[in-house]
């Protein structure tokens, strides 16, 4: 099976990072996208809001780096989830997106920085790489407590966007 989903839009709120007991970090926010749309000649836009949650060192890097406004690239997979609301009662669910990748789109003179983080599965990181399509800069410089020698994805595995400037949300 296959479960990869990819969003490109702007954090509503700060991230709130928390920890687990084994000391790993859990990071959630959630980010808004919109597409522009033409309906019988009237201009319309509709927003969605999905919640995301980074894990270990990038939900850290996710929170000393990004706030509530900045401009994400996320790549990742759907998560289910189902509880019982302890008000009502009722059952309740929601999908959300747990965080694989992130490139920060925010250019530098916005006071954000712009660069990509990746955790692996070997627990070991990367940093650069991304989507050239929706960034309108690129920097290789890593963040200020960098790792030696950034890794980028070989060439030929990276999808093919298409994506109209209209289409972005910000």
């Known amino acids: 099976m296959f479960n990869k989903i990819i969003l490109v839009g702007n954090l509503t709120r700060d991230i709130e990072l ?34 995301i949650t980074f894990f270990g060192r990038s939900g850290e890097v996710a929170n000393q ?9 996320v790549e990742g997979r759907l998560k289910f989830d ?10 309740r669910s929601k999908h959300s997106v747990i965080v ?8 530098r003179g916005e006071g954000g920085s712009q660069g990509g983080y990746t955790e692996s599965d070997g627990g070991s990181n990367s940093y650069g790489g991304g989507y050239d399509a929706p960034q309108p800069k690129t920097y290789n ?12 994805m070989p060439e030929n ?3 093919e966007i298409d994506i109209n400037e209209d289409e972005i949300p910000f």
Do not use: H
């Not at 189902?82 to 059952?91: A, H, I, L, R």
């Not at 890593?142 to 950034?150: E, L, Q, R, V």
């Open 65 to 73: 780096y990004l706030r509530k406004g900045s401009k994400i690239l």
């Open 157 to 159: 595995n990276l999808p």
């Open 82 to 91: 189902q509880w019982v609301d302890q008000t009502s009662g009722q059952k």
């Open 18 to 51: 928390k920890y687990a007991q084994g000391g790993s970090a859990i990071a959630n926010t959630a980010i808004a996208t919109s597409r522009k749309f033409t309906v019988n000649g009237e201009k319309k836009e509709e927003t969605c809001f999905v919640d």
């Open 100 to 107: 694989e990748t992130m490139q920060m789109l925010d250019s």
């Open 141 to 152: 410089q890593a963040p200020s407590y960098s790792k030696p020698s950034p890794a980028r």
